[in-house]
T-cell receptor
């Protein structure tokens, strides 16, 4: 069974540009989470989507946005890139919040965004 | 508010020695607790999790963790460390989106 897949693996942008990162969850998983892992800052929660709806977002500015598609894949968009947006962006999926929820997140290997 | 504290940023142990990584949490209800491991440039892999029941949980790669409600702790242990255990370890708490600690970098010396 395929795990969580993310693309691209690496992305280089310049300040002010927009970046789009993509994530495909494990088959059967309805929840997708996005985390930012910047150097020295640990994993910071960005966004949570479940069944196509945004369920929660972390303490990030509105230029961080995303969506979840009917097939449960997800996009993270970062507008007006700033140097400090350089980080590893990790996507994770889970079975959702229903009775089948195990709470466990399954992570992809991440997309490394570099902003010059 | 939920929070996780991993007080040790770096730990160095000798190969074959025992290991304990500390984790303290703050959570409003009965917590779901997790330990994840991250090798350089990789995503996170789940080592073990605690939902309820037996407070000593076994995980993969010979790791175990003990939930102590009175101390709000969920420390990770391994009786004998291997060089391949060198990585960064994250404790996490939550029931949907997880809150992660800052991580502990484990170095193993031969």
């Amino acid at each position: 069974e395929a795990g969580v897949t993310q693309s691209p693996t690496h992305l280089i942008k310049t300040r002010g540009q927009q970046a789009t990162l993509r994530c495909s969850p494990i088959s059967g998983h309805t929840s997708v989470y996005w985390y930012q892992q910047a150097l020295g800052l640990g994993l910071q929660f960005l966004l949570w989507y479940d069944e196509g709806e945004e369920r929660n977002r972390g303490n990030f500015p509105p230029r961080f946005s995303g969506r979840q598609f009917p097939n449960y894949s997800s996009e993270l968009n970062v507008n007006a890139l700033e140097l400090e947006d350089s980080a590893l962006y990790l996507c994770a999926s889970s079975t959702g919040t229903g009775p089948q929820n195990t709470g466990e997140l399954f992570f992809g290997e991440g997309s490394r965004l570099t902003v010059l | 508010a939920q929070s996780v504290t991993q007080p040790d940023i770096h730990i160095t142990v000798s190969e074959g020695a025992s290991l304990e990584l500390r984790c303290n949490y703050s959570y409003g209800a009965t917590p779901y607790l997790f330990w994840y491991v991250q090798s350089p440039g990789q995503g996170l892999q789940l080592l073990l999790k605690y939902f309820s029941g037996d407070t000593l949980v076994q995980g993969i790669k010979g790791f175990e963790a003990e939930f102590k409600r009175s101390q709000s702790s969920f420390n990770l242990r391994k009786p004998s460390v291997h060089w391949s255990d060198a990585a960064e370890y994250f404790c996490a708490v939550g029931a949907a989106e997880l809150v992660f600690g800052a991580g502990t970098i484990l170095r193993v010396k031969s």
